[in-house]
């Protein structure tokens, strides 16, 4: 099974700041990786297909990047709305696993 | 608009059976592909298994910790996901979601996501 691992695990940040998410994959999954947000209670939704490909209606402060097995979440600008945990997962073989998720906590 | 409901969610003692269902509507569930996550409590998310569409096969995948007790099957004519859970463990308590996939070959994602449904095993 490919194991993915995020860091940090959790991070204080301030309404505005620039925040920077990794994800690191146990070999390289070309570029089939996707990110999803955790919002407390809730369901996820999906940010961030196929390493950088924007999901309809997502605001475009997010951004993904990275191929092979390193890969990068970036929220410009944080808003109120984007304090939840969030997850990447791999597409490239099954099973897909998923990080164990980066919970972004107001400063 | 997609929606996604799952019921069928409910406390069960260990080694017993229970019947998820998910009623999807607002997109053509005959031509999707169908996948089950779920997530502990206070964990994070954890791929179950997928079923594809009819046309691509109708086969299932399903992750080990539940290879040979829990069954993904579809009802087309319903627009209805099911996972059929058999001898169930404590730690198959967790929140069940189904979820859409979407994309091509290998570049899948889990595009919508059901509420969710609350499976709890303890005796």
């Known amino acids: 099974d490919i194991q993915m691992t995020q860091s940090p695990s959790s991070l204080s940040a301030s309404v505005g700041d620039r925040v920077t998410i990794t994800c690191r994959a146990s070999?390289?999954?070309?570029?089939?990786l996707n990110w999803y947000q955790q919002r407390p209670g809730k369901a996820p939704q999906l940010l961030i297909y196929?390493?950088?490909s924007l999901q309809s209606g997502v605001p475009s402060r997010f951004s993904g990047s990275g191929s092979g097995t390193d890969f990068t979440l970036t929220i410009s600008s944080l808003q109120p709305e984007d304090f939840a945990t969030y997850y990447c997962?791999?597409?490239?073989?099954?099973?897909?696993?998923f990080g164990q998720g980066t919970k972004v906590e107001i400063k | 608009d997609v929606q996604l409901v799952e019921s069928g969610g409910g406390l069960v003692k260990p080694g017993g059976s229970l019947r998820l269902s998910c009623a999807a509507s607002?997109?053509?569930?005959?031509?999707?592909?169908m996948s089950w996550v779920r997530q502990a409590p206070g964990k994070g998310l954890e791929w179950v298994g997928r079923?594809?569409?009819?046309?691509?096969?109708?086969?299932?995948d399903c992750a080990a910790p539940v290879k040979g007790r829990f069954t993904i099957s579809r009802d087309d004519s319903k627009n209805t996901l099911y996972l059929q859970m058999n001898s169930l463990k404590t730690e198959d308590t967790a929140v069940y979601y189904c979820?859409?996939?979407?994309?091509?070959?290998?570049?899948?994602?889990?595009?919508?996501w059901g509420q969710g449904t609350l499976v709890t095993v303890s005796s």
């Open positions: 979820t859409t996939i979407r994309g091509v070959r290998l570049a899948e994602y889990f595009q919508h």
């Open positions: 607002g997109f053509t569930f005959s031509n999707a592909w």
């Open positions: 079923i594809k569409s009819k046309t691509d096969g109708g086969t299932t």
């Open positions: 070999q390289s999954i070309s570029s089939y």
């Open positions: 196929a390493a950088s």
């Open positions: 997962q791999q597409s490239y073989s099954t099973p897909r696993t």
